[in-house]
């Protein structure tokens, strides 16, 4: 099975920098996800690493160490619209060749003026 | 264009009935997933289906029963209603089991009274 930790809460300042973390412990690993969703929305995919290191998009990166069963969300230059909760997920193979992603409880960014 | 949709938007209810929630989507994708999301936020995969064939079936009661009846829809049958059945459910597709992305509709919120 899979145990997934983050944060509950954060806040931040708009223009700052913010880091989630995001610790698993997974059987059988096969990629990490990072979700944003606005409250009463659905969840968007932002980002995705398989391998070790860090994966940039724009203002978002996402890091990958699968030793340590860990990862972090980066988030720059804040702005108010960031705020929402982020959503750490871990895959796993399944048999039968489909996937499972597994969400951590998401944790909830407040981007402040 | 709305790529995953689901009907109805919100859906209230009284304990011991049997409801239904339809999920479209237009993407071209063969597999489809029904997701709940619980008042504390934890979002929960329960069923996916690649081409009509289910390959997820995670410990849900069998009061919950989900069709496809062709790859563009996977609907969620609900019988016999209960207040913990209250949740948002999400409705999802990916292009294929082991694509890296899914996309979510935008939900349905189902009150149990």
């Known amino acids: 099975g899979q145990n997934i930790d983050q944060p509950t809460e954060m806040t931040a300042t708009e223009g700052a920098i913010v880091q989630i973390n995001c610790t698993y412990q997974t059987s059988g690993f096969n990629g990490l996800f990072w979700y944003q969703q606005h409250a009463g929305e659905a969840p968007t995919f932002l980002s995705y690493n398989v391998l070790d290191g860090l994966e940039e998009k724009g203002r978002f990166s996402s890091f990958l160490s699968r030793s340590k069963g860990y990862s972090y969300l980066l988030l720059k230059e804040l702005q108010m619209k960031d705020s929402a909760s982020y959503l750490c997920?871990?895959?796993?193979?399944?048999?039968?060749?489909?996937?499972?992603?597994?969400f951590g409880t998401g944790t909830q960014l407040k981007v402040e003026l | 264009d709305t790529a995953v949709s689901q009907t109805p938007k919100y859906l209230v209810t009284q304990m011991g009935n049997d409801k239904s929630i339809k999920c479209e989507q237009n993407l071209g994708h063969d597999t489809m997933y029904w997701y709940k999301q619980d008042s504390k936020k934890f979002l929960k995969i329960m069923f996916s289906y690649n081409n009509k064939e289910l390959i997820i079936n995670e410990t849900v009661p069998n009061r919950f029963s989900p069709k496809s009846p062709d790859k563009a829809h996977l609907n969620l049958h609900i019988n016999s209603l209960e207040l913990g059945d209250s949740a948002v459910y999400f409705c999802?597709?990916?292009?294929?089991?082991?694509?890296?992305?899914?996309?979510f509709g935008p939900g349905t919120r189902l009150t149990v009274t």
């Open positions: 999802a597709s990916s292009r294929d089991p082991l694509s890296y992305e899914q996309y």
């Open positions: 997920a871990v895959r796993d193979l399944i048999t039968g060749g489909g996937n499972k992603l597994t």
